[in-house]
């Protein structure tokens, strides 16, 4: 059984909303600076969504990636973590959009607009993504403004 210190220590770094299922847990801890965040579990620097699947669902078979069905990097709650192997891993990143370029190659600067202006018209983000059909990371991406930065706002 693992500890309870470190699940509290990685609970502390992470907004949970009441340990919400449904709902992207934001990791606020340290991070690698490309979206992922890491933390140190029993003396071994991982990436944090890794040791949230570690400590809430259990090991990770050697050689395999914790996936997110979320899409969000920054997202550690276990209910959307999953095992893949790296080429399912890096099929399903090619399929959502997400390698080299993100989804830029596939989103139009008006659909761009279109979302923050719904995004100003407090539509929910993850509705957004459902009715404009890109990934809730898209969304997100927009509204924080990492993404899409050469087109006018």
Known sequence: MMPRYPIVAFLSKAETHGLSAEKC??????????????FSLLGERMGAHRAAYIMFK????????????CDNRW?????????????????DMSLKGRGSGGC??????????????????GVRMSE????????????????????????SQ
């Open 25 to 38: 847990w934001a990791w606020k801890g340290a991070g690698k600076g490309n979206g992922y965040g890491h």
């Open 104 to 121: 830029r190659k596939h989103i139009k600067e008006h659909q761009v607009q279109e979302i923050r202006r719904r995004i100003h018209a």
């Open 58 to 69: 259990g090991d990770v078979p050697n050689g395999m990636d914790v996936c997110h069905h």
């Open 75 to 91: 997202c550690v709650n276990p209910a959307h973590l999953f095992i893949g192997s790296r080429s399912q891993n890096m099929a």
């Open 128 to 151: 957004i993504a459902k009715q404009m059909g890109v990934n809730y990371s898209t969304v997100t991406a927009i509204n924080r403004g990492d993404s899409y930065v050469g087109i």
